[in-house]
């Protein structure tokens, strides 16, 4: 029985480790954090699971959607209407439909048809490859128009992406569209979005429960210094814990952090290091809240100022019942910064009391003395840049060591970072592996 040990317990880890673990490997995953599921695990919010970074499901998020029902976690899975305002020029508007488009009164009646006429051209457009190399804001900016442009794309590109805004392919936004459009199954009235009774973490531990009664275990806590190969060409792991010897290993950390564990063996090259690195990546700060104040009758908004210190205002009980949270509201705040931005650097305190005056420009009505508990998460490695040369970035699975595979969310292309990616990659390497080790 071959003995597999995977880096890190998040989705893809975790989807591989069941994989394996069910097709009769010895499957050992070792965590550097205290509990599984990476950014879809979680803490405590008034008595209930939370995730650290806001999560949902969407219609067409198969892969995922199908492993809860393997799993068993699918009965826990529930779907809800969702609802979109866009906050612009000090208002917020309802922001869910071509009706909804066509009362934007921020922009003039044509630029108004001219968003709806780009968008619906590339919902109807299926292949991504013409897109790689042309810059989603350029892309905009020639078929959308200026207006349309400053309005509601360069916001987001800027809040998604900072100084890289103007450098992403409309490949990845392309991606994006489609998956919103696609998500509205016959009938469906509106978006819905799924989200599992209990939180993500009930799938986790389903994830975790499978595992384990396959023979798998999982370690907590457990830093990986370095990866060695040993003479009889197993591959060692150097842990905070200890050592651990296995035939196999799947990496799911960043690639410049796998750069760092394996540059020391004699079939990495400068080049193969290089690569691992050129990917650029952004952080993330989220806020994380709950109050006996409702702040708004909508579930996302989208915050379209480029004076704002966050990006995205989620109120979290729009979509799933309040009664879950000890009838207190939830609600999520989240920016995509650069790695020196000060936010890393200062005090949650100053974040919370930045955002909260923000909060209070946008609605109001909004009551800081009404917060019951609050929550702030540092997570440095959140999103990846989809750059024009990105293809010609993205790392093998294989590396060039036997028996050592790397998969993260950078090898997703053109689609976002998501729960559902997460799970595909897991799913795919654990059968690459499989493959290898059967010889097919």
Known sequence: MKRIGIIGAGYTGLSA????AKAGFDVTILEKGQYPGGLAGGFTMEGSNLEIAYHHIFKT???IIALAKETGADTNLKWHNSSVALYYDNKLYPFMSALDLLRFSPLSFLN???AGLAVLYLQKIRRYKQFIKIPAYNWMLKN????VTRVIWEPLLKGKFDQFYNKVSMAW???RIHIRANSREKGDSGEKLGYFDGGFDVFTQKLVEKITKYGGKIVLNNSIKEISVLPDKTIQLEASLGNYIFDCVIATTPGFIFAELVKNNKNITPTYIDKLKSIDYLGAILYVFSSSQEISKYYWHNINDLNSPFLVFINHTKLIDKKNYNNKY????GAYLPHSHRYFEINQNEIIKEWEDYIKKIFPQFDPSKINQRNIFKLKYAQHIVDLDYLSKIPDYKTPIAGLYLANFSQIFPEDRGTN???REGLKIAEEVIKTVDGK
Do not use: M, N, Q
């Open 17 to 20: 480790a069941y994989t394996l």
């Open 173 to 175: 936004l392309w991606a």
């Open 330 to 333: 939830v609600y999520y705040v």
């Open 421 to 423: 990616y997460a799970v």
């Open 144 to 147: 959308a128009g200026k207006s």
């Open 61 to 63: 998020d198969k892969d």
């Open 112 to 114: 108004r048809i001219r």
